[in-house]
């Protein structure tokens, strides 16, 4: 989790942002990827970045013939655990994810869209995307 400084000790209710990363990539590649936690600093809320169950892959629809655990348990629980810790502002709560981690989010969405006040799910990294363009003929 990051909490930026300024909120830190707050009892005033903050907004929640949770951002999974992509198969085979860790929480911290995830931190990189998206800068979430910059962004945090700016605009006041906290960010947790969550480490999928097993082999660094989400088991986003509880399939026990891939992974034998639940992530979305996992992550509803962890949703729990930050409310008991900080003082989180319920009806805005944010789920982002990057790849395989949009599709945790998606997954997150259909299960319990309600909860959430935004789902994103991207598919390509914030850095260094302008690798990745194609410029227009002249």
């Known amino acids: 989790e990051y909490i930026p400084p300024q909120l830190r000790g707050t009892q005033e209710k903050v907004p929640l942002l949770f ?3 992509g198969g085979g990539c860790v929480p911290l590649y ?3 990827q998206s800068d979430w936690h910059e ?3 700016k605009e006041n809320f906290i960010v ?4 999928a169950s097993q082999k660094n892959m989400w088991n986003a ?5 891939l992974l034998r655990y639940s992530d979305k348990a996992f992550f509803l629980a962890l949703i729990e655990h930050m409310k008991q810790v900080h003082p ?3 009806s805005r709560i944010y789920v ?5 981690g949009g599709m945790m989010s998606n997954a997150m969405a259909c299960a319990s869209g309600e909860r959430w006040k935004r789902v994103s799910a991207s598919l390509s990294a914030k850095k260094n995307a302008d690798r990745f363009m194609i410029q227009a003929p002249a």
């Open 96 to 100: 982002s994810g990057f790849s395989m």
């Open 30 to 32: 995830g931190a990189e």
């Open 61 to 65: 629809w509880d399939d026990k013939t």
């Open 88 to 90: 989180i502002d319920e």
């Open 48 to 51: 947790v970045y969550p480490e």
């Open 39 to 41: 962004i945090a600093d």
């Open 19 to 21: 951002y999974f990363h």
